[in-house]
């Protein structure tokens, strides 16, 4: 599923699977877009979003992808909550990104839980985190706040 430059959208309820690329992706601009329920396995990323605004990623089953389960680059003022997210190589890629909140989601037998690179203002909260290496990592500034999560 492929949304460029999408408003005020949703995306819910799909199965998804052995993608080549990304299950779902959000593009160019896009804002105020709903990802959720959706179960998605085997494909480079569960759940893309590049230059997006005010993503909402909950519910999401999200396993064996060979990359990120989900992966937000220059996204901003999003959430990531109650997902299920395992056997990836990084259950969550937060790049350049701000104001993204992960919170009450399940990481389990990933190579990194959640990682983080040149973003600012997260907040890392709640989450369940298992067989995971890493299960926090960040490089370059970033304002993080890590609360009540189960490593």
């Known amino acids: 599923i492929y949304l460029k430059d999408a408003a005020s959208s949703s995306v819910s309820g799909n199965s998804i699977n052995n993608c080549n690329g990304s299950a779902i992706s959000l593009l160019d601009s896009s804002y105020d877009v709903s990802i959720e329920d959706n179960t998605l396995d085997n494909s480079e990323w569960g759940i893309e979003g590049i230059n997006a605004t005010s993503l909402a990623i909950s519910n999401n089953a999200i396993s064996n992808s060979s990359i990120d389960g989900i992966y937000l680059k220059d996204a901003a003022l999003s959430s990531i909550s109650g997902n299920q997210i395992q056997n990836c190589d990084a259950a969550i890629t937060l790049s350049r990104s701000s104001n993204v909140t992960s919170m009450v989601n399940t990481l389990v037998n ?38 009540g999560a189960t490593l």
């Open 110 to 147: 990933n190579k990194w839980g959640v990682y983080s690179i040149n973003s600012t203002f997260l907040v890392v909260e709640n989450n369940n985190i298992s067989d995971t290496p890493t299960s926090v990592s960040y490089l370059g500034i970033c304002p993080l706040q890590i609360s």
